[in-house]
Nanobody, 121 residues
Framework: QVQFVESGGGFVQPGGSLRLSCAVS????????MGWYHRTPDNERELVAR???????EYAVAVQGRFMISRDNANHTIRLQMNNLNPEDTRVYSC???????????????WGQGTQVTVSS
């Protein structure tokens, strides 16, 4: 079992900033990639930003230069600093962790419940 604690969503005016946090816990042996995703209007999950254990990062084109993802491997935590937000960033943001439990030999994707970000004047 993997537990998620996601926080930092909320309401902000255009041009404002928010910082999302995601911490995972449980019977975890190792966490590989972690990241933030949101839903498209077609209800598909779309990458916002992700980070490997080695801190290699990848961003969606729409957020490059505005968002920054960081990671604390010891605490299985990632943060997403979101700057210069605009109304198109209004979504539910969900945390993904690619984890291996102690009793398993394989990795699988585990998702948090999501946190709402609303950008509006």
């Amino acid at each position: 079992q993997v537990q998620f604690v996601e926080s930092g969503g909320g309401f902000v005016q255009p041009g404002g900033s928010l910082r999302l946090s995601c911490a995972v816990s449980g019977n975890i042996a190792r966490v590989a990639n972690m990241g933030w995703y949101h839903r498209t209007p077609d209800n598909e999950r779309e990458l916002v930003a992700r980070i490997s254990r080695a801190h290699t990062v990848e961003y969606a084109v729409a957020v490059q230069g505005r968002f920054m993802i960081s990671r604390d491997n010891a605490n299985h935590t990632i943060r997403l600093q979101m700057n210069n937000l605009n109304p198109e960033d209004t979504r539910v943001y969900s945390c993904l962790a690619h984890v291996r439990l102690h009793e398993d030999t394989y990795y699988y994707d585990s998702w948090g419940q999501g946190t709402q970000v609303t950008v509006s004047s």
